[in-house]
């Protein structure tokens, strides 16, 4: 590592003031800073191997290549960057034609993924002003602003101005590895400040996912949201029910699953947005008072598991989100309609589940394993004989078992299940019978007497048998 990007490390915020003065540009300005190599503590060591060979080859071939975003971003925080996008001049079919091992995809927006192993290296083309005629290549927007597709080509000012915010509008050029900063972007990120590119009201519109977005960065990277940024957000959420729920589905998993859930969930629900993407499990909270507890524990669990490297699992933190509404349905069937509870529980299931689909999709790889999480809750206070066994053995019994610990932590149940599941599973053959036993037991300790099979009576032998 540098000695330069060590010194940076140490002390980001006055790095950034010793390079760029205190000057201040309007935001948005056309005229890139432009920050040369020996004056930011980027480094190439930095980048994939990946990443180097798609800059290369676009440059090789006379194209300009940059890598931009999210990268550059985490690089001058001093984080080790992990996405890799690269932003060019060349167009996708010309991005296509240089990689064997590359897709086109999207029609909203179409980008390039070239693909080494594993790793995807997402190449964009400069996107031009969406009102501009380009011929074939045009921008349509709805009645309310969204942009439905953006296939406009520009050059790197205008790709520039196009991008959501201030501190995602850096390039790395690999020509002269030199950092372009169209929109001050540097100097937000030494005040660790959140601020849109634009018009916020009207970039919301555009594409209702920035509010998402906004609330993912802000709780990521520590940063606060500027006043203009923040202040359209409450008004504009109910936008978000215009996306898509594929497209959604994507956003919840980096929303809960990148490490910063917690924070995310409370930025949500501060700023209206939560109960856009899950109206059931936010009325649940006025009734259950234990449902906001369990959506935060079984966040704090998923952000402990990512920051060990362990996996995770949407279908559990779906298990979690929905929980509440699904508790909610349950009791209505039963007092409503007389339904035993395990068919309460079932016919709740797929009612909160049809009306979450027409907010954020969840695919059937997730849905049913999380219909066996919920389901399971009915059959591990079972736990007489070879059911028990059976309960163990199940393939979601370990993902119930945790589910059920959050349950008692958050209130809603007693403890003491649990506490007798985490004894059966780490006893050995003798102490399993002794706690199946005192499961058998009455209150006083003494084995409950077994129930007498009746005897079947014979029916009388009839004489016309024989014939």
Not at 203 to 228: H, T
Request: hydrophobic content about 40%; overall charge neutral; charged content about 30%.
């Amino acid at each position: 590592m540098i000695k330069g990007f060590t010194r940076f490390l140490q002390s980001p915020g006055e790095h950034l003031k010793s390079l760029f003065g205190p000057q201040d540009a309007p935001v948005g300005g056309p005229v890139p800073r432009i920050i040369p190599r020996d004056e930011h503590p980027v480094s190439r060591q930095l980048f994939s191997d990946a990443a180097l060979k798609v800059l290369y080859r676009l440059h090789n071939a006379g194209f300009e290549a940059f890598l931009v975003g999210g990268c550059i971003r985490d690089a001058l925080l001093g984080r080790m960057p992990k996405d890799f996008d690269v932003a060019t001049n060349a167009t996708p079919e010309e991005v296509r034609g240089l990689f064997r091992n590359s897709r086109i995809i999207g029609r909203r927006f179409r980008i390039v993924h070239v693909r080494f192993g594993r790793e995807v290296i997402e190449v964009t083309t400069f996107r031009g002003k969406p009102g501009d005629d380009h011929g074939d290549h045009v921008a349509q927007q709805s009645d309310d602003g969204m942009l439905l597709r953006d296939n406009v080509w520009g050059d790197i000012e205008e790709d520039a101005l196009r991008r959501d915010f201030t501190i995602n509008a850096l390039y790395y050029n690999i020509a002269d590895f030199s950092i372009h900063d169209f929109a001050d972007g540097v100097r937000d990120i030494d005040a660790r400040t959140l601020r849109l590119i634009g018009d916020p009201a009207t970039r919301y519109r555009e594409d209702p996912v920035r509010m998402l977005r906004a609330v993912r960065f802000a709780a990521k990277l520590d940063f606060d949201l500027a006043g203009a940024t923040e202040s359209p957000i409450r008004e504009l959420a109910p936008l978000l029910l215009q996306v898509p729920p594929a497209r959604l589905f994507d956003e919840v998993l980096k929303l809960f699953m990148g490490g910063h859930g917690v924070e995310t969930f409370h930025l949500l629900r501060e700023y209206g947005l939560f109960a856009m993407l899950f109206p059931e499990a936010d009325e649940a909270f006025d009734e259950l008072p234990w449902a906001e507890t369990l959506i935060e524990q079984a966040l704090a669990s998923t952000d402990k598991r990512v920051q060990e490297e362990r996996p995770v699992t949407p279908a559990f933190l779906f298990a979690a989100l929905l929980w509440g509404p699904v508790q909610l349905r349950q009791r209505d069937h039963e007092r409503d309609e007389d339904m035993p509870p395990i068919p309460a529980l079932q016919a709740a299931s797929q009612r909160v589940i049809s009306r979450q689909l027409q907010h954020v999709a969840i695919p059937k790889r997730f849905s049913l394993p999380m219909r066996d999480i919920w389901d399971l809750q009915q059959r591990l206070p079972s736990r007489r004989g070879k059911r028990v066994f059976q309960t163990r053995d199940h393939p979601r019994f370990r993902a119930a078992y945790d589910f059920l610990l959050l349950r008692e932590a958050a209130g809603e149940i007693e403890p003491g299940l649990g506490d007798w599941w985490t004894a059966f599973q780490q006893a050995d053959e003798h102490e399993q019978r002794r706690l199946l036993g005192k499961v058998d037991a009455d209150p006083a300790g003494t084995p409950a007497p077994r129930k007498r099979r009746r005897r079947r009576r014979r029916k009388p032998r009839n004489p016309t048998d024989d014939a």
